[in-house]
């Protein structure tokens, strides 16, 4: 069976696709300018206006879910994992895809608030909705919500739940089993009380839990601060094969920076598009922008908070391009994962470092785990309707609460195995969809520079912008005009 994962894996996330992935990020920042750059401050100044409704909720509640499913496990044990599979050249790369990854962010979140719709009360939206109205190819759109049902309810829980119960385990000797019960026993309270409550938790759990975190590896640096200039020096000169000691691995450097740069912020998987359709907002493109920047949050800040303790102190492993033979060895027997930024924090706060990234790890894993749900719920409401919908529903959460617990007692590299495969079929799935599908976000795009130059706040009119099949738009448009009338 492992085999088999591993073989499937191979071909996912073959060499070809990583390039592809890199491609399509630059792709779009071309086509949108470089609105990374350009619209930095809308993106900041976004995030923070509107309000929520009875359908759905405000920019800022709709940027903490999508955090919550892109400040994860990634963050610490997948950082680390790329340091030690790809040296620290991985770092630049990781930084790379989040830079052009915030046109793909923009483009798929756009696309994702064009499309939305209400439907049994609130606003549903992602990937399966745009593929379906925008495209018109319905198989194309159950292929992706079931790929996406089955990855984010028994694929990849897992992977926050192991690392969870691992960091827990060293930190205080907390068996997994136990570890476990209680993760399921406090997700559950959340996810039997809807999107609402789910908001609610990500709104004041993911920002304390990130600027903590940011704040710890300020210290570290701070306590370090004679190693700044080698730390850079080591990260750019491995990214590109100039230093001797990593000079071997620069395919790995790009591979593992890529690979977990993509499964940590998520630019292009098609995740981010669902918290981004829940938003009440009077423009598609606001969202599209406060969403491309939650890609900077998870990378440029709290992906670097990791790298940056990991390296300013030295503890960590690098194996060579076999994957087995070690170039560095600071922290022998130690997997890569958590242990690394454990070990860094230790170095430096003594009986500090163990706990405190235990604690960061189930505030990052649980919040994530949540958003997981909530993506798994929208494609269930867009696969069955009606009664059905509840029954679905109900069942969506005792596999998803399942699959948290058995990842929690299974092995680490099993886990990633798995969450490998469900990312990768989303990545390819969503990336074929948003290349398609990418006109109607630039269109967006341009009306709101070209409303904004007016002095005006952006309003959408999908019919006057020949954008067909986006019928709440549509209403919501005329609902404005009577509302001024």
Known sequence: MEAFINQLNGILWSTPVIYILLGVGLLFSILTRFLQ???????????????????????????????????????????????????????????????????????????????????????????????????????????????????????????????????????????????????????????????????????????????????????????????????????????????????GIIGSAIAWGVKRGIYSNEAGQGTGPHAAAAAEVSHPAKQGLVQAFSVYIDTLFVCSATAFMILFTGM????????????????????????????????????FGAGFVAVSLFFFAFTTIMAYYYMAETNVAYLVSGKNSKIAMFVLKFVLLGATFYGSVKTAGLAWALGDVGLGLMVWLNVIAILILAKPALIALKDYEAQKKQGLDPVFNSKKLGIKNAEYWEEEYKHQEEKVS
């Open 316 to 351: 960590f492993n690098t194996v060579g391009a076999d994957g087995k033979t070690p170039i560095v060895e600071n922290l022998p027997g130690v997997e890569a994962g958590p242990g690394f930024t454990q070990a860094a924090v230790e170095s430096v706060l003594p009986g």
């Open 37 to 247: 750059v350009r619209h930095i401050k809308d993106m900041v100044l976004l995030m923070f206006r509107g309000r929520s409704s009875d359908a759905g909720v405000s920019s800022f509640q709709a940027l903490s879910i999508a955090l919550s499913g892109r400040v994860g496990t990634g963050n610490i044990a997948g950082t680390a994992t790329a340091i030690a599979m790809g040296g620290p050249g991985a770092v630049f790369w990781m930084w790379t895809i989040a830079f052009i990854g915030a046109g793909s962010a923009f483009v798929e979140s756009t696309l994702a608030q064009i499309y939305k719709v209400k439907k049994d009360g609130v606003y549903r939206g992602g990937p399966a909705y745009y593929i379906e109205k925008g495209i018109g190819i319905k198989w194309f759109a159950v292929l992706f919500a079931v790929a996406t049902l089955l990855a984010m309810s028994l694929l990849m829980p897992g992977i926050q739940s192991n690392s969870i119960a691992l960091g827990m385990e060293n930190a205080f000797g907390i068996s997994k089993t136990v570890t476990g019960l209680v993760v399921v026993g406090l997700l559950a309270l959340i996810i039997f009380g809807g999107v609402k409550r789910i908001a609610t938790v990500a709104q004041y759990t993911v920002p304390f839990m990130a600027v903590g975190y940011i704040l710890v590896s300020l210290v570290i640096i701070g306590m370090n601060i004679g190693e700044l200039p080698g730390v850079f020096s080591l990260i750019f000169s491995s990214a590109f094969g100039a230093d001797s000691m990593f000079g």
